[in-house]
């Protein structure tokens, strides 16, 4: 299948960007890396009438350190991230994560701002962003607004991006020295959507966990954040009877849908394994 027909504008500036949006409204995509846009052109899922190329508009991308968070622009690349010493150091979840964003010519392309702009369910970023409470920095003539990654991601494939706005940045607060983060996923094979992935962070004393965040990806329309299993956990010492009432907590908490190839109790299970052997490699 072939894409519908378009046209292209590669703007130099944010106000002319903004300009765009405010003329051409729901009929105008912005395109970045493409990795994601391109494929639902050409199987007729988006059929916008302007595709505005934010690639000529400085300023969008790069990895800063703050005073109190770690900056990356929007048009950073994954692989820029993957291979970023400030990243490492500062934001370990991420680097972490990273290597796991689909194959390696993706990651060259592909921008962390585009995989939160589209917000789908079993992507790796919007899932990090909502573990490290991040904060998305919009842009648009009325100038920059920010939101809390929690409150960012509405429903499947929706956020709270307004339709003359663009993301132009995240933040991710700085953590403390005992902050503890973990990151994995189950796929078919490396690079392929994953069945399940889990984001886990904590403030970790020996076995105990306390400010614990355990966000799935693949389980729901959005990121889940498992708040009723942290419950459980929170301030505890692990141990084999915790595990238990934990993972018949989460089987409660989660109601994904059947794919394809996996059933909702399937899913449900790879969680809990996933959650079992995260926490046991995070206090161990």
Not at 33 to 49: C, D, F, I, V, W
Not at 59 to 76: D, Y
Request: one cysteine or more; hydrophobic letters at 45%; proline letters at 4%.
């Amino acid at each position: 299948m072939k894409a519908p027909q378009f046209d292209y504008v590669k703007p130099a500036s944010l106000g002319e960007v903004f300009s765009l949006l405010e003329i051409n409204g729901d009929s105008a995509r912005l395109i970045a890396g493409g990795q994601t846009l391109l494929a639902t052109l050409n199987m007729r899922l988006s059929e916008p009438k302007l595709l505005i190329d934010i690639n000529g508009v400085r300023g969008l991308s790069g990895i800063s350190l703050q005073e109190r968070f770690l900056r990356i622009g929007a048009m950073t690349r994954h692989s820029e991230i993957e291979e970023s010493n400030l990243v490492a150091q500062h934001m370990p979840l991420l680097a972490m994560t990273a290597p796991h964003v689909a194959h390696k010519a993706i990651r060259n392309k592909g921008t962390i701002g585009g995989s939160i702009a589209f917000a789908d369910p079993a992507a790796e970023w919007p899932c990090c962003a909502v573990a490290l409470d991040a904060v998305i920095v919009a842009a648009s003539k009325r100038g920059l607004r920010r939101v809390n990654a929690a409150d960012f991601f509405r429903e499947l494939y929706k956020t709270d991006l307004k339709a003359d706005e663009l993301i132009v940045a995240l933040e991710f607060p700085l953590q403390s020295a005992a902050t503890r983060c973990i990151f994995d996923e189950m796929a078919r094979r490396h690079g392929d959507y994953p069945i399940v992935g889990l984001a886990a962070v904590a403030d970790v004393s020996g076995k105990t966990l306390n400010q614990l965040r355990l966000v799935f990806l693949g389980v729901g329309n959005t990121p889940i954040r498992a708040r009723a299993t942290e419950a459980i956990l929170e301030g505890k010492s692990l141990s084999s009877e915790l595990m238990a009432a934990a993972k018949s907590v989460l089987a409660g908490e989660l109601t994904p849908g059947a794919d394809l190839y996996n059933s909702s109790e399937m899913k449900i299970h790879l969680a809990a394994v996933l959650m079992k052997r995260l926490l046991e490699k995070m206090t161990s």
